[in-house]
């Protein structure tokens, strides 16, 4: 008698082990696919999100899933599809728009608010939300013309609304004081900007 109810919990055992480790290779397999779709999206992502910018700037097609998979090999999900938006919803844009349009009249060019960019993947029928998204905040700015490099930083330094005649007559009157030519306006420069690399002295002594 104890041989046999000792035998049937070892059968029972057995068969108790062999659905757990069926359950977990099954498991296992379905983790690891999605793991490895959710890194491929990510990684998709990431490179996406990175050129938005620049192509933005050249006018470049935006980069899809479908370009991915055509020059890179990547496996395409029939059910994941991509949504890119561009935007100045976020906080210190209203604050900054609001300065630009107080300092509108000096400056050439505002730089742009409107570079908020934001990756969002969708996979169809599972939600209403998104799977996952990336936002990225672009802060690079790109003069159109040699002057812009100059005036533009100017604008945001507050001594510049300084330099004016008055004042610069005024500076050259204060410098005929003794022990005070570094006021003059050739010497001390209201809101200047240097946009030379390397100054002019280095290259000689080179």
């Known amino acids: 008698m104890k041989n046999l109810i000792l035998g049937q919990s070892l059968i029972e055992v057995s068969v108790f082990i062999s ?3 069926i359950v977990l290779l099954t498991s296992a397999s ?4 999605a793991l490895g779709s959710r890194f491929i999206a990510h990684e998709q992502g990431q490179v996406i999100i990175e050129q938005m910018p620049m192509r933005d700037y ?4 935006e980069q899809t899933l479908e370009s991915f998979q055509e020059q890179y090999a990547y ?3 029939e059910d994941l599809s991509v949504k890119i938006e561009r935007s ?4 210190s844009a209203k604050v900054l728009d609001s300065i630009w349009q107080l300092l509108g009249r000096r400056v050439e060019q505002r730089m742009p608010l409107n570079n908020q960019y934001e990756l969002s993947f969708w996979v169809e029928g599972q939600s209403e939300s998104s ?6 905040l672009h802060d690079d700015w790109y003069p159109t013309a040699a002057d812009q ?3 533009t930083p100017q604008a945001l330094v507050p001594s510049s609304y300084a330099d004016i005649a008055p004042i610069r007559l005024l500076q050259d009157w204060i410098s005929l004081i003794p022990f005070s030519r570094e006021f003059a306006s050739e010497s001390f420069q209201l809101g200047f900007v240097d946009d030379e690399v390397v100054p002019v002295y280095a290259l000689e002594e080179n």
């Not at 100045?88 to 906080?91: F, H, L, M």
Request: glycine share 4%; charged share 25%.
């Open 131 to 136: 799977w996952f998204k990336f936002i990225r």
């Open 75 to 77: 496996p395409l999900r």
């Open 30 to 33: 379905l983790l690891s696919d």
């Open 149 to 151: 490099l100059v005036s």
């Open 19 to 21: 659905l757990v480790g």
């Open 88 to 91: 100045d919803e976020y906080p």
């Open 58 to 61: 050249f006018e470049l097609p």
